[in-house]
């Protein structure tokens, strides 16, 4: 048998983390690597924060699951919280974001199926979009390297040009059922949607009666600055998938909704066996006590700006390899001028962690309670880094 115990899916490297502290993981020989991936946006808090351990604890020695065939003081509770913070009236608890796209996109379907617009069973998606790794999902993209051997895939899913209006307008037939995008592409290159896209996307939805729905899975909680991107173009969404920060490391999703556009949502339209538990809820308040200080989100613009800044005075020094700094709060991309997989690989060898992603950019997601002395770190480091390296050799 050359098959290993785990299904070979994932190129790993070599880094092999036991431990996490604050910032920092520790691999088995106790290097430490300054975590500036956060699991891929994940880690909002960082490793080993007191108060997001305290709360699975305690709720680990209280109740972990029971069923969704029971009352749940736990979502219930959750649920207000969210509900009372953002644009949604009601929420549906999953296990990661690929769920809660699954749902936002179920949501969107029941929603013209209730209204009486059954046909209208179709999403414009947009080219380089991520939006997880069912068959549902990764119907909704159009990069090749994640549909490729899965066909065939589901219909009902039409990608144009990301932050091109007039292609999403000319899209538009009778079978629409609305729009579905992240507002800051993450994998694909860390690559926000323009003002005007966003802006007419949701004029055009409520022109032709269509939804539109956000995949804020990455770029929500705090990561850009605002609890959630949208909030920062004026723009409000009819549905919206969100996961990774809001477990911060433990596994949590979750799909909110106007009760307009939920309304299909009805008694045994949707489930999940293990989606909204007592343990999730509980890391889910936790994190929520969090972001939802009035100090936390002004902390992450102010922590972003500083990171970018020192990012943009690093380049010049570097104007072989790097070339441009993109993004919004504490996802920013370093666009490259050779293989960003490369560079995330050579970054390694000096003690720092990234995502590489499309379009030759490295990914910056770091924690969002970093401070200045991470951010001088990481840019020395990373400077160290782009002089030791041949470009060359990335090719």
Known sequence: MTISPLM???????????????CYLIDESGKRFL?????????????SHPHLIGAIQRQAATLMHVSNLYGSPQQEHFAQRLVDSTFADTVFFTN???????????TARRYHFATGNPQRHALICFSNAFHGRTLG???ATNQEKMRGGFEPLLPGFTVVDFNDLAAAEAAITDETAGFMLEPVQGEGGIRPA?????SGLRALCDKHGLLLILDEVQCGYGRTGTFFAHEQYGVTPDIMAVAKGIGGGFPLGACLATEKAAQGMTF?????TY????????????????????????QVRATGERLRQALEQMIPNHDQLFESVR?????????????SRAFVAHMRTHGLLAVAAGDNVVRVLPPLVIEDSHIREFVDKLSEAARNYEVSDAA
């Open 137 to 139: 999902t990764i119907s």
């Open 194 to 198: 323009t003002q005007e896209f966003l």
């Open 35 to 47: 975590d500036f991936a956060s699991g891929i946006a994940v880690n909002i808090l960082g490793h």
């Open 96 to 106: 990661s974001g690929a769920e809660a796209v699954e749902c936002a996109i179920k």
């Open 268 to 272: 045994g339209t949707h489930g999940s």
């Open 275 to 298: 989606g909204g538990n007592p343990l999730a809820m509980a890391a889910g308040e936790a994190i929520l006590d969090v972001v939802l200080d009035p100090a936390f989100l002004p």
């Open 8 to 22: 070979p899916v994932y190129p790993r490297c070599d880094v092999r983390p036991v431990r996490g502290d604050g």
């Open 327 to 339: 993004g919004m709060g504490l996802m920013l991309g370093i666009k490259l001028k050779s293989d």
